[in-house]
């Protein structure tokens, strides 16, 4: 298997970012969802949320990464089995998860950074905090990151069964490409 992607295959670069961001949004939720209902008294009240944004600020640096990997190697061509409607609701699908997962970390910035304080990334660096003070931004930043959150857990669940529609129904190779597999 080769690092960059082909006309016909995604690359093992491609593979990995694909799969780490998808273990990290569903690994970031399920911590999220556990986190909002720690009491003060809980052993992990503070650990908790700096995990979370430790994480996500990671994430987000793997986020540029793929952006930019997407554009120095293009993914494989659509199968030619994809009629026009499947072309263009794959392309605004995956242009929703990426906006999507990009406002989600922008409002996680922002509700962790509306105190002025920076954020620690697991001891190694901080983020500074270079918006912060705007009026009720930790409330109104929190709301759009808890809707988006829904909103992208969905939506990856629905990309993720139209893959499965793909190789179960239609037979073709659309998601063993994402494994890696080839054609044939």
Same mark, same amino acid.
């Given at each position: 298997?080769h690092?960059?992607?082909?006309p016909? *295959?995604?690359g $093992? =670069?491609?593979?990995?970012l694909?799969?780490?961001?998808?273990?990290?949004?569903f &690994? %970031? +939720?399920?911590l999220?969802?556990?986190m909002?209902?720690?009491?003060?008294y809980?052993?992990?009240?503070?650990t908790?949320?700096?995990l979370?944004k430790?994480?996500?600020?990671?994430?987000?640096?793997?986020m540029?990464?793929?952006?930019l990997?997407?554009?120095?190697?293009?993914g494989?061509?659509?199968?030619a089995? *994809?009629?026009? $409607? =499947?072309?263009?609701?794959t392309?605004?699908?995956?242009?929703?998860l990426?906006? &999507? %997962? +990009?406002?989600?970390?922008?409002?996680?910035?922002?509700?962790?950074?509306?105190?002025?304080r920076?954020?620690?990334v697991f001891?190694?660096?901080?983020?500074?905090?270079?918006?912060?003070g705007?009026?009720?931004q930790e409330d109104?930043?929190?709301l759009?990151?808890?809707?988006?959150?829904?909103?992208l857990?969905?939506?990856?669940?629905l990309?993720?069964?139209a893959?499965?529609?793909?190789?179960?129904?239609?037979?073709?190779?659309t998601?063993k490409?994402?494994?890696?597999r080839v054609?044939?």
């Amino acid at each position: 298997m080769h690092w960059r992607n082909s006309p016909t *295959h995604y690359g $093992l =670069t491609s593979i990995l970012l694909h799969w780490l961001v998808a273990v990290a949004v569903f &690994g %970031l +939720f399920g911590l999220g969802l556990w986190m909002v209902g720690l009491n003060y008294y809980s052993s992990w009240y503070r650990t908790a949320p700096e995990l979370h944004k430790s994480i996500g600020i990671v994430l987000f640096a793997v986020m540029l990464l793929r952006v930019l990997w997407r554009l120095l190697s293009p993914g494989p061509a659509a199968l030619a089995s *994809h009629g026009a $409607l =499947t072309r263009l609701t794959t392309k605004l699908g995956h242009g929703l998860l990426y906006a &999507g %997962l +990009f406002a989600v970390m922008i409002s996680g910035y922002l509700i962790s950074t509306a105190d002025g304080r920076p954020i620690g990334v697991f001891g190694w660096f901080e983020v500074p905090a270079l918006i912060s003070g705007l009026p009720r931004q930790e409330d109104i930043a929190g709301l759009v990151h808890e809707y988006l959150a829904w909103a992208l857990v969905i939506l990856a669940g629905l990309h993720a069964l139209a893959a499965l529609k793909h190789h179960f129904i239609d037979h073709d190779t659309t998601l063993k490409r994402m494994f890696g597999r080839v054609d044939g």
